[in-house]
Antibody
Framework: QLQLQESGPGLVKPSETLSLTCSVS??????????WAWIRQPPGKGLEWIGF???????YYTPSLKSRVAVSVDTSKNQFSLTLSSVTAADTAVYFC?????????????????WGQGTLVSVSS | EILMTQSPATLSVSPGERATLSCRAS??????LAWYQQKPGQPPRLLIF???TRASGVPARFSGSGSGTEFTLTISSLQSEDFAVYFC???????????FGQGTKLDIK
């Protein structure tokens, strides 16, 4: 069964850049045809889709974060990554990586079937 | 952006009873809607997609219905392991602008 695991610093200072990596095991990103996603959840709150990247490198982002976010893929390492720049306390959240699949021919990615356990990133000086 | 609104925020139900959770979209999403279950300290688990299709391994007591802007998740006979938070998610756009509801917490009565 596919496994995803997030890694990265648990504490980031305001105005700095948050960087996380998701390692995929028991499955390959290369030529998978899937999109690989980042989703976050502020403590005690709901879920926010951040963005996802195709194994070809094509990426899409939520509009509210588009100016600060980048999601990339490294198929040689079977990993994909998130960077979020100029962070503030509002970016404090549990960050999940996930695989995105779709039941729709016309939409390449839609729902999230495999998830990592999540990693808490706090933004504080 | 399509706003997803779930109600109620908290629902208290006794084990063995039926639970009905609602999700409303600010504009039509057709049947492009999914439901997730999340337990404390765990990632969400995909339950339902295309408004009414159960994901692999999901018990038959979970059912989804609706289309357009109004959706319902029904749990027919609550088991102890069903007490959790439930989120809906729309995926009606491409390029994607996917949004989730704020969640309904299902509590033991």
């Amino acid at each position: 069964q596919l496994q995803l695991q997030e890694s990265g610093p648990g504490l980031v200072k305001p105005s700095e850049t948050l960087s996380l990596t998701c390692s995929v095991s028991r499955g390959s990103i290369r030529n998978s045809g899937y999109y690989w996603a980042w989703i976050r959840q502020p403590p005690g709150k709901g879920l926010e889709w951040i963005g996802f990247v195709h194994d070809s490198g094509t990426a899409y982002y939520t509009p509210s974060l588009k100016s600060r976010v980048a999601v990339s893929v490294d198929t040689s390492k079977n990993q994909f990554s998130l960077t979020l720049s100029s962070v503030t306390a509002a970016d404090t959240a549990v960050y999940f990586c996930a695989r995105s699949i779709t039941p729709l021919v016309e939409v390449p990615a839609a729902i999230f079937d495999y998830w990592g356990q999540g990693t808490l990133v706090s933004v504080s000086s | 952006e399509i706003l997803m609104t779930q109600s109620p925020a908290t629902l208290s139900v006794s084990p063995g009873e039926r639970a009905t959770l609602s999700c409303r979209a600010s504009q039509s999403v057709s049947t492009n809607l999914a439901w997730y279950q999340q337990k404390p300290g765990q990632p969400p688990r995909l339950l339902i997609f295309s408004a009414s299709t159960r994901a692999s391994g999901v018990p038959a007591r979970f059912s989804g219905s609706g289309s357009g802007t109004e959706f319902t998740l029904t749990i027919s006979s609550l088991q102890s392991e069903d007490f959790a938070v439930y989120f809906c998610q729309q995926y009606n756009n491409w390029p994607p602008m996917y949004t989730f509801g704020q969640g309904t917490k299902l509590d033991i009565k």
